[in-house]
């Protein structure tokens, strides 16, 4: 069975870092790139970002594209998704997500890793 | 990069309703856009892939049409767990937006 299981609900500062992960299983991992998705509370969808864990090929969107980083750590089918420092804004569910190709739909989805931002 | 609009982003409608959900991309995506479902509380679910493929184990009441930019997603007769929120998404090219959503409400 495929599964992405993700690491749990985080509550930071502002300016602190943080490291969250999503696990692969049931499937070979370094065939399927990971994408990571946002959604602010209340709010749509936002692809950030993906990883090709084969390779570590890294694309970003570009609204994303110096705010995070994207990794993958292919020996224990891990990828991850990062902040150096993180702002308020960044509060929201991150949800990662495997596709085949780069035109391939995302078809299964961790079940979310909620971030908080309080001061 | 490719916006993507849907229409309605709102709709109320009875169990056993026909309805479609309408998505428009900023310029032609080919075939590559994708439909979701998502509830309150859990990631969002692949419906159609391709604009026109069903992923599996998803019922035969959803049905996904449309190429170039126009896409539409068709629920053929509402079931109750079908209330939700839809997106459409575009895997043509990176970033691989979304639309802002449909929230499908019991009328």
């Known amino acids: 069975e495929v599964q992405l299981v993700q690491s749990g609900a985080e509550v930071k500062k502002p300016g602190e870092s943080l490291k969250i992960s999503c696990k692969g299983s049931?499937?070979?991992?370094?065939?399927?790139?990971i994408g990571w998705v946002r959604q602010m509370p209340g709010k749509g969808l936002e692809w950030m970002g993906t990883?090709?864990?084969?390779?570590?090929?890294?694309r970003y969107s570009p609204s994303f594209q110096g705010q995070v980083t994207i990794s993958a750590d292919k020996s224990i089918s891990t990828a991850y998704l990062q902040w150096s420092s993180l702002k308020a804004s960044d509060t929201a569910m991150y949800y990662c997500a495997r596709h085949e190709s780069l035109v391939g739909a995302p078809d299964y989805w961790g079940q979310g890793t909620l971030v908080t931002l309080s001061s | 990069d490719i916006q993507m609009t849907q229409s309605p982003s709102s709709l109320s409608a009875s169990v056993g309703d026909r309805v479609t959900i309408t998505c428009r991309a900023s310029q032609p995506i080919s075939s590559y856009l994708n439909w979701y479902q998502q509830k309150p509380g859990t990631p969002p679910k692949l419906l159609i892939y391709?604009?026109?493929s069903l992923q599996s184990g998803v019922p035969s009441r959803f049905s996904g049409s449309g190429s170039g930019a126009d896409f539409t997603l068709t629920i053929s007769s509402l079931q109750p767990e079908d209330f939700a929120t839809y997106y459409c998404?575009?895997?043509?090219?990176?970033?691989?937006?979304f639309g802002q959503g449909t929230k499908l409400e019991i009328k």
């Open positions: 391709a604009a026109s």
């Open positions: 049931g499937y070979s991992f370094t065939n399927y790139w």
């Open positions: 990883i090709y864990p084969g390779d570590s090929d890294t």
């Open positions: 998404q575009q895997s043509y090219t990176n970033p691989y937006t």
